[in-house]
């Protein structure tokens, strides 16, 4: 058995090496270490999409300094996540604010040297200002620090943009931060060296602080992988699962129904339109819960049709059921909005389809062939 006080002999020399790599080269070689294609399995990774907004995820935990407006604390938010359907998200508004946000304890070592997370902030530019900070054993008697302390010896990339104005009666006047507008979000990479020797136990602080005049959109971050510089051993071939018999679930409500424009998200499948044999098109809508194994009516679609084609897109907030062509050839595009209910055109294809093939994939939505 291993504990953090007993390292193998063979990983204290790849220790060693690292470390003497790093004395001589300093963190630029960190960074390009840790980025490099083929990285090992990170340790973990938080999405934020295990609660429902606005609780936070176990062991996170928000606190707040000065808050003269009293704005809300760190909350996870389902509108404008990366990976859907949460992020957790700041308000900043229009006076002075101190907001944090602490990670759980997680292990930093000279195998896990840092963090990779996304990174979506709108703030008043040199006023309001975006830090992270590390609170190490190893550092300032565990208080929080600010990861570009030459006391910690880490780095933020991209960097910290501006230095927060010292007029406006901001918490954290005078020091570096990301300020103004990111541009939408921007993967972000974390390297906090001083902090894993002694291998130890950490806490990284988000920490979101206005100045006392002009509200501005907030700070987001998504997806917080741990990285890992540690490949685990191969996974044996797993044993193949025994063939599963066919279970019949609730019966659909329209009938028998064919042509009916089909399409999934990880929870509920949902459809809309088709025909029945000899019957009319139809514009029914519907979604199967296969935890309840039981189907809800939707709000119908703007137009009867059938031999359309559907996929459900993830972004944008909280994702949307798409529907493609139909009839006998349609540039038509309906768009179902899960969050309310509702339904609109979107834009039309350029040329009219019916039966195309349709997947999403990288964010975006794929249309082929057809007739």
């Known amino acids: 058995m291993r504990t953090e006080n007993s390292i193998p002999r063979k990983k204290i020399t790849r220790i060693a090496f690292k470390v003497l790599l790093i004395a001589l080269f300093g963190l630029p ?22 609660v429902t907004a606005p609780s936070l995820p176990t062991g996170w935990v928000a606190s ?18 990366h990976s859907w359907p949460n992020d957790a998200f700041s308000t900043a ?40 900070e590390i609170a190490s054993p190893n ?4 208080a929080f620090t600010d990861v570009t302390d030459p006391a910690v010896g880490g780095s933020v990339n991209p960097p910290y943009n501006s230095v927060i104005s010292s007029a406006f ?28 020797l002694p291998p130890s136990q950490i806490k990284l602080r988000f920490r979101l602080v206005t100045d006392n005049g002009g509200a501005s959109e907030g700070w987001r971050i998504d997806t917080l992988t741990f990285q890992s510089d ?4 191969p996974t044996p071939s797993p044993t193949p699962c025994p063939l599963q018999p066919w ?45 309840a194994n039981s189907w809800t009516a939707l709000a119908p679609l703007p137009v009867a049709l059938t031999r359309a084609r559907g ?45 195309p093939n349709v997947v999403y994939t990288g964010g975006k939505i794929f249309v082929m062939g057809g007739h």
Do not use: K
């Not at 918490?171 to 990479?189: C, D, E, F, H, K």
């Not at 540690?230 to 051993?233: D, K, Q, R, S, V």
């Open 29 to 50: 070689f960190l960074t390009a270490a840790s980025s490099a294609p083929g990285q090992c399995p990170p340790r973990g990774t938080e999405y934020f999409d295990g």
């Open 64 to 81: 707040q300094g000065v808050n003269v407006t009293g704005a809300p604390l760190w909350v996870t938010s389902n509108v404008g996540s």
């Open 93 to 132: 508004p229009d006076n002075i604010l101190d907001n944090r946000l602490d990670t759980p304890l997680f292990a930093a070592d000279p195998f896990a040297l840092g963090i990779s997370f996304w990174n979506n902030y709108n703030l008043e530019s040199g006023r309001d200002g975006a830090v992270l």
């Open 139 to 142: 550092i300032n008697g565990g």
């Open 169 to 196: 009666q901001s918490p954290i006047a005078g020091r570096m931060a990301w300020s103004g507008n990111s541009g939408g979000y921007v993967l972000t990479q974390v390297h906090y060296f001083n902090a894993v």
């Open 230 to 233: 540690e490949c685990p051993p």
């Open 247 to 291: 279970t019949q679930v609730a019966d659909y409500p329209a009938g028998l129904i064919s042509y009916s424009a089909m399409g999934a998200n990880s929870f509920f499948a949902y459809s809309a339109g088709g025909n029945a044999a000899l019957a009319a098109e139809t514009n029914a809508a519907y979604r199967y819960d296969p935890l």
């Open 311 to 355: 996929v459900y897109s993830f972004s944008p907030n909280q994702g949307a059921f798409f529907v493609f062509g139909g009839g006998s050839g349609s540039t038509a595009t309906y768009i179902y909005d899960v969050a309310t209910n509702t339904w609109s055109t979107g834009a039309p294809m350029p040329a009219p389809r019916y039966l």
